[in-house]
């Protein structure tokens, strides 16, 4: 069992940015598959962001470009930096955690972003 906590949303304008934070409450080497998703209002959730064991990443078309993941086993930690955000990006940013050995995935509880225009 692992607890993800996210920090670091809030509002911003167009064009601004915003560094996502997602604290792992124990090691994040054993989860493959590092991630973060989004949900706006009445849409369906949708990958952001991926990190395959710090070796690849993968990132929606929307994104690119301007998000960056990054992970940090040390602090387990995960970070999303999101730049030159456009109101289109305003979700609930999710963490993701998934281990291809055990098949068990774990998600965080979402942190609202907003960004006006």
């Known amino acids: 069992q692992v607890q993800l906590v996210e920090s670091g949303g809030g509002l911003v304008q167009a064009g601004g940015s915003l560094r996502l934070s997602c604290a792992a409450s124990?090691?994040?080497?054993?989860?493959?598959?590092m991630g973060w998703y989004r949900q706006a209002p009445g849409k369906q959730r949708e990958l952001v962001a991926a990190?395959?064991?710090?070796?690849?990443?993968n990132y929606a078309d929307s994104v690119k470009g301007r998000f960056a993941i990054s992970r940090d086993n040390a602090k387990n930690t995960v970070y999303l930096q999101m730049n030159s955000l456009k109101p289109e990006d305003t979700a609930v940013y999710y963490c993701?955690?998934?281990?291809?050995?055990?098949?068990?995935?774990?998600w965080g509880q979402g942190t609202q972003v907003t960004v006006s225009s």
């Open positions: 990190d395959s064991s710090g070796a690849n990443t």
């Open positions: 124990r090691n994040i080497f054993s989860f493959n598959v």
């Open positions: 993701h955690a998934y281990s291809t050995l055990t098949g068990y995935d774990y």
